[in-house]
């Protein structure tokens, strides 16, 4: 386990230190990292607006999602990662109350899932999420909440950096 978190979190290193020209090629690493770090199917950073789920961007998924894919934000398992503003995640949705009839997993089996907020300039952009058809069998580690915050934070860093200046 402690070589499996060391190779992550050099993993993660690489990632968030390298000096990427461009958002795209940013979303692609991170989102193609996350999924190994948390060993996910499927890895989606998205853009809010209004009641807009907007993909960004998303890795090679058995979903065929693509980017630019609009969804009701209600529809999606990050419209509580909206709500309360913080990182949700969950290791099988069919045992969680508020998950078990949600539109996502009945449409597409999604059992677990971790998600957090991006912000840009401390107001949510958009969320970066992954989640996969196999349940994990135990929650998601505080070590794996924190890494999913840093890319995040880091994402939306290079966001405000990159296309908000004033």
Same mark, same amino acid.
């Given at each position: 386990?402690a070589q499996n978190?060391t190779?992550?979190?050099m993993?993660?290193h690489?990632?968030?230190?390298?000096?990427?020209d461009?958002?795209?090629? $940013?979303l692609k690493?991170y989102l193609?990292?996350?999924?190994?770090?948390?060993?996910?199917?499927?890895g989606?950073?998205s853009?809010i607006r209004?009641s807009?789920?907007?993909i960004?961007?998303?890795?090679?998924?058995p979903?065929s $999602?693509?980017?630019?894919?609009?969804?009701?934000?209600?529809?999606t398992?990050c419209n509580e %990662?909206v709500e309360?503003?913080?990182?949700?995640?969950?290791?099988d949705?069919?045992?969680? @109350?508020?998950?078990?009839?949600?539109?996502v997993?009945?449409?597409?089996g999604?059992?677990?899932?971790i998600?957090?907020?991006?912000k840009?300039?401390? %107001?949510i952009y958009?969320?970066l999420n992954?989640?996969?058809t #196999?349940a994990?069998?135990s929650?998601?580690?505080?070590q @794996?909440v924190?890494?999913? @915050?840093?890319?995040?934070?880091?994402v939306g #860093?290079?966001?405000e950096?990159?296309?908000h200046?004033?």
């Amino acid at each position: 386990m402690a070589q499996n978190f060391t190779q992550q979190l050099m993993l993660l290193h690489k990632i968030i230190t390298f000096n990427y020209d461009d958002l795209d090629t $940013l979303l692609k690493e991170y989102l193609a990292a996350g999924c190994q770090i948390f060993n996910m199917e499927l890895g989606i950073a998205s853009h809010i607006r209004d009641s807009q789920y907007i993909i960004e961007a998303v890795s090679e998924n058995p979903f065929s $999602l693509q980017a630019g894919v609009e969804l009701s934000v209600q529809d999606t398992y990050c419209n509580e %990662v909206v709500e309360k503003n913080k990182t949700i995640h969950f290791s099988d949705a069919k045992k969680e @109350e508020r998950f078990k009839n949600h539109p996502v997993y009945i449409n597409t089996g999604l059992a677990s899932y971790i998600s957090t907020p991006i912000k840009v300039k401390g %107001v949510i952009y958009g969320t970066l999420n992954f989640s996969s058809t #196999k349940a994990t069998g135990s929650n998601h580690t505080q070590q @794996e909440v924190e890494m999913i @915050e840093m890319m995040a934070q880091s994402v939306g #860093k290079f966001i405000e950096l990159r296309y908000h200046k004033f």
